[in-house]
DNA sequence: CTTACACCTTTACGTTACGTTAATGTCAAG
DNA sequence: CTTGACATTAACGTAACGTAAAGGTGTAAG
């Protein structure tokens, strides 16, 4: 019952993987067989299969193959020391998708409704008809887009001429011409200020949570971060940081 | 100041890619260049700039380029949807993530002692000898398992024998030799009361807190799992629902 | 003995999203 | 004219296998 060996199979089976799994351990000098017999087949034991199963916990952690080695070769290694670090890359992996899954959940938001904010302000706080094709194209399917057309084809075009400059002035006003501003000062709140009055009366209504989301993906979104950096390299970011802080201000 | 187009470093810089990025994008048909020159230079512009934006966007989310094609090319793809899917595997990953960093942890916590639970029963509940060399070679260097080592060693021979005899018997019980057994059966239930008085009287003390991390850690670490799956396939993951059972019924 | 069938072997290309040379051509400035 | 920054294509490398292709081996059944 006892010195059993294994073929390549058997304990790909047992570990849950396949045999070109095994031999690319082997050909990696990861996990060599115990003997290789006459005709070329290669033999495993016991112990082959606690190593392999080692393997696995380890590749389980997401640990490259190349550091599994040093573990299983390196008697003196620092198991602490190692498996703390990568502790630490598997928080960093967390935080990241942390942050995908919020913006995620904005841009759905935004594309459902959610939160009263169409993407009509989404959409035509810029040029509206270097947009417009694509818009229609990639929303044109929900319902909020189709109304905010119709909202937006309400006003003369003169009018619309003359929101479209007054926000793009206001725009420009925010991102800071001068490349020392911060986005603490006085002149790029008051800007802020009125870009919310802005939107308040020419789009839908909004209050500052919803204004604070707006700018969050005005950044996310690269077609609008696109426009404020043309304006100024990180313009989107110093956008977000200077609503973030008028938020703030104005609770 | 308009009608700008754009050499294949200038779109680079600006969406913060190298020129590879964009040739490769370029080569599956991802983002053609506008026009191709007479001298061979890609020419870009500004919808160029956009589109690509719009590309770092969803890549961002970490959907492949494939899918990133599909959204960009195709305008009656559903957005939401395609949103809300990539959300769901998001937080797969997530998931697996806070599991994976929980196993951690409790590898961690055992290696250093903390809780007072040494790698002591974690190596040595089973054959002894089958573990030594492998177990010193990866673990040597922490002092827990020095100290676990001279206590071990501080039991006569026979000692050692009777007491890893009761244990291995001790986990028959609990693996239940009858495949048709629950978890929850009375004479299960019994062997795992048996054997945490057994680890008690023999090694550290714990307590049911700690027993059902160990327990969880049996299953975790595969060196242990194939010992209990040797006994009967699924056995680790029979004897950690046995160890929960029986610690929540034993606050 | 033959046949079937499951298993074994090596070789080698495909995968993803680029990074990295290598070898060469182009353009504007000094 | 040279220099330096840019452009081009071609081609190999990456990580961890999946997936044939082409052939040898072992065993059981007919």
Partial sequence: MSDSTYTIKQIADMAGVTTRTIRYYDQIDLLKPVEIRA????TYDQSSLLKLQQIMFFRELDLPLEDIRSIINRPDFDMVDALNKHRLSLQTQQNR????????????DSLTGT?????????????HSEYEEEARARWGNTSQYVESQQKWAS??????????????QLISRMVGADAGAAPE????????GEYFDYLNRYFYTLDLKIFRN???????????AANYDRIRPGGAAFVREAVHYYCNHHT
Avoid: C, H
């Avoid at 939160?115 to 040029?127: A, I, S, T």
């Avoid at 000062?185 to 802020?192: C, F, K, P, S, W």
């Fill in 39 to 42: 005709n070329g087949y290669r």
């Fill in 97 to 108: 998708l942390q942050r995908l899954l919020r913006t995620l959940d904005q841009t759905i």
């Fill in 115 to 127: 939160g009263r904010m169409g993407e009509k302000d989404y959409f035509e706080g810029f040029d």
């Fill in 155 to 168: 006003y003369s075009p003169q009018q619309q001429e003359d929101i479209k400059a007054q926000g793009n």
């Fill in 185 to 192: 000062d006085a002149d790029i709140q008051q800007a802020v």
């Fill in 214 to 224: 707006l700018a969050d993906m005005w950044v996310a979104d690269p077609r609008f």
